[in-house]
């Protein structure tokens, strides 16, 4: 399977505790995004890279939120000291992007998270 | 007024029926169109990717944006029960952050 992979594929985690997300993008896509999906809304954006470089932060991440792609390959989403609105499913998307064009973005499985 | 407004449905149709799929939205500098189709608890698939005004077909699908209306459209002709799915519309002005309608639930019914 060439598409974007997410692991872990669910998390339930207690309020306070630290929890760790990774996504895999589609191997040749230089630009990676993060997106927050709660029940009955569309996805809202949290932030993307391109390459390594994180390039926007959305409002949405506060300062609990960090995210990583230090290779500009993987990417990792990190959220410290979860609280319960924290519970939602987070998406990676992939695409690429070149001087005069970027590719749409491909939409991984996402990692559902729930906060007790 | 949201950015993207989407009728969360549920939109029930039998099957083999068209069904009518639309947003509206007010950012007038949304250049980029797309419908993505999403099952429940997965992640969002590409359906259809439009820039700029028009339509466009692939399949039984068709497409279709209006800028000056800032109104979009997906078309699914000869609808199957396994179209039965979440349909989300989705825009953006550059070529990175995209937002996204509510979705419209959607039901074939057999």
């Known amino acids: 399977d060439t598409g974007v992979s997410q692991d872990p594929r669910h998390k339930i985690t207690k309020r306070g505790q630290n929890v760790t997300f990774r996504c895999d993008p589609i191997?040749?896509?230089?630009?990676l995004y993060w997106y927050r999906q709660t029940l009955g809304q569309g996805p809202e954006f949290l932030t993307y890279?391109?390459?390594?470089?994180?390039?926007?932060k959305s409002r949405l991440l506060s300062d609990r939120f960090s995210a990583e792609r230090p290779k500009g390959s993987f990417s990792t989403l990190e959220i410290q000291r979860t609280e319960q609105g924290d519970s939602a499913m987070y998406l990676c998307?992939?695409?690429?992007?070149?001087?005069?064009?970027?590719?749409?973005?491909?939409f991984g499985p996402g990692t559902r998270l729930t906060v007790l | 007024q949201k950015e993207v407004e989407q009728d969360p449905g549920p939109l029930s149709v039998p099957e083999g029926a068209i069904v009518s799929l639309n947003c509206t939205y007010s950012?007038?500098?949304?250049?980029?169109f797309m419908w993505y189709r999403q099952y429940s608890r997965k992640g969002p698939e590409l359906l259809m990717y439009t820039y700029s005004s028009g339509n466009k077909e692939d399949g039984r699908f068709t497409a279709q944006v209006d800028k000056s209306s800032k109104y979009i459209s997906l078309f699914i002709r000869d609808s199957q029960p396994s179209d039965s799915a979440t349909y989300l519309c989705?825009?953006?002005?550059?070529?990175?952050?995209?937002?996204f309608g509510k979705g419209t639930r959607l039901h074939i019914l057999p």
């Open positions: 950012n007038s500098a949304f250049q980029y």
């Open positions: 998307a992939s695409s690429s992007s070149g001087r005069g064009y970027t590719d749409t973005q491909y």
């Open positions: 191997s040749e896509h230089n630009r």
């Open positions: 989705a825009m953006s002005d550059r070529d990175d952050k995209i937002i």
């Open positions: 890279f391109q390459n390594e470089a994180q390039l926007e």
